[in-house]
């Protein structure tokens, strides 16, 4: 009698964690999901349309006032913290 009783608590142990693991798949399934080629569209218009300063051969010189790697000519010296 007790093993019996040993093997269906074992047996609805097994089962709860498969009733929870098919719930977290549930779940899942509902997370909003973007398409390869949707994704690559949008990635493929912010590179057209933003402008990067590591690139002049794409987009040209930079104002050395738009580019945020020029060094600063304010302070001439490097300051340690």
């Given at each position: 009698?007790?093993?019996?009783?040993?093997?269906?608590?074992l047996s609805e142990a097994?089962?709860?964690?498969l009733l929870e693991y098919?719930?977290?798949?549930?779940?899942?399934?509902?997370?909003p999901r973007t398409t390869?080629?949707?994704?690559?569209?949008?990635?493929?218009?912010?590179?057209?349309?933003?402008?990067?300063?590591?690139?002049?051969?794409?987009?040209?010189?930079?104002?050395?006032?738009?580019?945020?790697?020029?060094?600063?000519?304010?302070?001439?010296?490097?300051?340690?913290?």
């Open positions: 009698m007790n093993a019996s009783r040993k093997t269906q608590n097994k089962l709860a964690r098919n719930l977290r798949l549930k779940e899942l399934l509902d997370i390869v080629s949707d994704a690559s569209t949008r990635l493929i218009d912010f590179c057209n349309n933003t402008r990067d300063p590591m690139v002049p051969s794409v987009w040209g010189p930079i104002d050395k006032k738009d580019d945020p790697f020029a060094t600063s000519s304010g302070s001439g010296c490097c300051s340690v913290m």
